[in-house]
């Protein structure tokens, strides 16, 4: 286990533990994420003959990568809720939210997997992030 995975998961357990934001639900949602992407890159595997299987590391880290995003999300989703109804204000939002993701999620596979990486950590980061940041909605 590389020191970096150690340091990630503590601090995804430190956050979720004292974090008021992120609740059961938040935790649900980001157990539910990773379980697809796990699925997803094993049956990926299987089926295909250039992608690595994906050993229990890699799938700690896409449970941390996703971690880490939801959370992400859900404090975004509180500075900035949800707007009730789709509009401008939504797609910037998503732009505010996908593109500091990106970059964020650059620098985690890089101290992750390294100078080559297995998997796409960095989109997981941002698909994570997005998708964590719809918890909050605002009321009219």
Not at 27 to 32: D, L, M
């Amino acid at each position: 286990m590389t020191i970096w995975t150690l340091v990630f998961s503590l601090l995804l357990v430190l956050l979720y533990w004292f974090h008021p934001y992120l609740s059961t639900l938040v935790i649900r949602k980001a157990v539910g994420i990773a379980l697809f992407l796990d699925i997803f890159y094993v049956i990926g595997a299987l089926l295909s003959e250039s992608w690595p299987f994906p050993t229990p590391l890699v799938l700690l880290q896409i449970l941390i990568v996703v971690g880490l995003g939801v959370a992400l999300g859900v404090v975004f989703s509180r500075i900035w809720p949800l707007a009730p109804k789709p509009g401008f204000e939504r797609i910037m939002r998503t732009l505010l939210i996908f593109i500091p993701s990106l970059g964020l999620g650059i620098g985690l596979q890089l101290a992750l997997q390294g100078k080559q990486p297995t998997q796409a950590i960095y989109l997981i980061f941002a698909l994570s992030a997005w998708l964590g940041s719809g918890h909050f909605i605002r009321k009219d």
